[in-house]
Nanobody, 115 residues
Framework: QVQLVESGGGSVQAGGSLRLSCAASGRIVRINGMGWYRQAPGKQRELVAHISSDSSTNYADSVKGRFTISRDNAKNTMYLQMNSLNPEDTAVYYC?????????WGQGTEVTVSS
């Protein structure tokens, strides 16, 4: 059984920063690609950032230059550093990982940015 647990969400004022973490636990053979997604109220879930097993990254246009995705393979943990947050970043953030060629999702962590 594999679990992904997010942490680090919260409330922040516009212009502030948050750092999200996603820790994988359980029977982990190999973690391939990992990613952060978000879903704002009334909107579809969207990809925010992705990091491959070789740590190459890509970002949604809306977060380029503000968010940084990273991973620590020794700790089976992925991070999302979010800077210059604005109210449009308000959403539930989910981590996802391809582990052993199966996709797993975390339960989500809420981020609220007030103006």
């Amino acid at each position: 059984q594999v679990q992904l647990v997010e942490s680090g969400g919260g409330s922040v004022q516009a212009g502030g920063s948050l750092r999200l973490s996603c820790a994988a636990s359980g029977r982990i053979v190999r973690i391939n690609g990992m990613g952060w997604y978000r879903q704002a109220p009334g909107k579809q879930r969207e990809l925010v950032a992705h990091i491959s097993s070789d740590s190459s990254t890509n970002y949604a246009d809306s977060v380029k230059g503000r968010f940084t995705i990273s991973r620590d393979n020794a700790k089976n943990t992925m991070y999302l550093q979010m800077n210059s947050l604005n109210p449009e970043d308000t959403a539930v953030y989910y981590c996802a990982a391809n582990i052993g060629w199966r996709d797993y999702w975390g339960q989500g962590t809420e981020v609220t940015v007030s103006s």
